[in-house]
């Protein structure tokens, strides 16, 4: 094993903790815009498509990342927007006045 | 890689954690999702000096991102509150499709033999992202009733799906261990798009939200394996974030529905019901007892204490306005209201929490199940607004039913119940509910927006 895939093995192992430790004290409210939250932060599927589709010559290249550009931006724009609008529903309560029984 | 550019994709994984953080509290989520924003563009513009372009190359990603962006944007902003699962899927589905394309790009690139460090995260990627790919379509047509959301299964099916299974993992070690050929890995592809069909197929509407939940983690590992692919840090480490971000999530999802996930997955439900098939028929025979909407609202207006049970029927109806309406005009006559919110009430958890906030209900009066289910003994009426699965007290009774173990709210315990439903058919569990033929139930019938309406006239008048 080389020294950039440890490298890279290590960044693997430490996000998952990281993953599951940040989310763990989530109430079931969250669940929704949670799981959408994710969604759209794995739209940065759309680096890998722009590094693919920039460099490409043979049609089945250029087609390829033509799609894969595409599907991703999808993602992560719609994503984030989506979430958002769930979120939007949240703001202007009396969020102070809440319970955090939890 | 450059010392700015690994330092920028430091801090757009920064921003990631900090928006996953924030996500997790009602105050600061929306925070949030713009913090993990601005971390996907600075990530996405950390990325252009490793670009190198060809003529052909810089059309097509620009014309990706001038379709992509706008379609998505206005589609994730026109799509119905109630409709928002199916989008969620949706949006999973197509990131996973991009992570595949990735990955299949990649094996194309290489040639015939591959080093393995490249090889088996791209054959891993490409099937993940495959499966994920087909699933969230199943999940997509299921939510939307382009498919019916009754669990489909056949004879076996669940040999077939594990053939499947084996055989991809045959192939995968093929192509890696033989040669890297376009035959291998293409149908390597189109087999993972056959075992996201089937793995979806079996499992029925009510635990979509789980399925996409899974899923989204599916496309999230799938990502971090392009990023070992790409040698990219960004991808690695958002990818691995959301992958298991994602399991937890499902896990809880699952917990939320007193189920574990392999129960959800593997089709247990459909057996079960079966099993079961002898206790909903002696339904049969029962009477129930329909009202009209001044009954109702004459004893909604004269109790003290009401809670709301909102389900999907409310959601389906966009009847979340006219049962505001509803609720104030009771407070106004001093009638305490609070709302009684099922971890998977409507579709997915916290779906119903959106809708209500939506119409201005004050976050103040919904309760979580734990919270609120010891004052059903002390409330007046029990309002069931188009719920039914997650009051059947089957789930406490019934050993053999196919929800028994799942939290449910005590709404047997109030002294009155209103159910308000379009028809006696069962919720989404497919069985039958004996609250609904309790005699200190009323049941009724029609649209839940249309009915509140018409309370609301009736509570005016009373």
Redesign the interface.
Known sequence: MNSELLTEFTYFVLAIFVGIEVISKVPTILHTPLMSGTNAIHGIIVIGAILIAANATSPLEIIVGFAAVLLATLNVVGGFVVTDRMLEMFKGRQAPAKQEKK | MSLWIALAYLLAAVL??L???Q?????G??R???T??VG?VI??LA?VP?????V???V??L???A???P???I???R?HMTA??Q??A???G??G???A??S???L?HQGLHPAF?IAFPSIFSMVVGGISFAGSAIAFAKLQGLITGTPITYAGQQIVNALIAIAIVGLAITNLAVASQPIFFVTLLLLALVLGVAFVLPIGGADM?VV??LL?AF??LS??A???V????????????????????TT??SQ?MGRSLANVLFGAFGQVKAGAGGAAATAEGKTVRAGSPEDVGTMLAYARKVIVVPGYGLAVAQGQHALKELADELEKRGVEVEYA?H?VAGR????M??LL??ANV???Q?K?MD?INGEFPSTDVALVVGANDVVNPAARNTQGSPIYGMPILNVDQAKNIVFMKRSMRPGFAGIDNELLYDPKTIMLFGDAKDSLTKLVAAVKAA
């Open positions: 990631f954690i928006g996953l953080k996500l997790s509290g009602p105050r989520a929306r949030g999702n713009q993990a924003a996907m990530a996405v990325t490793l670009l190198h372009f060809t052909a190359g810089i097509v990603t014309l990706g991102l379709i992509g962006a379609v998505g944007a589609s994730a902003r799509v928002m699962p989008m969620v949706a949006f999973n197509v990131g499709g991009a992570a394309l990735v299949i790009s990649e194309l460090q939200p996409i939940s989204n496309t999230g990502v971090a392009t990023g070992f790409l040698n990219n840090f960004a991808l690695i480490v958002a990818g691995t974030l959301v992958g298991a971000s994602g399991t937890l999530l809880l999802m939320a919110i971890p997915m958890p916290g779906h929490n959106v906030a939506e004050p976050y103040e919904l979580e919270e």
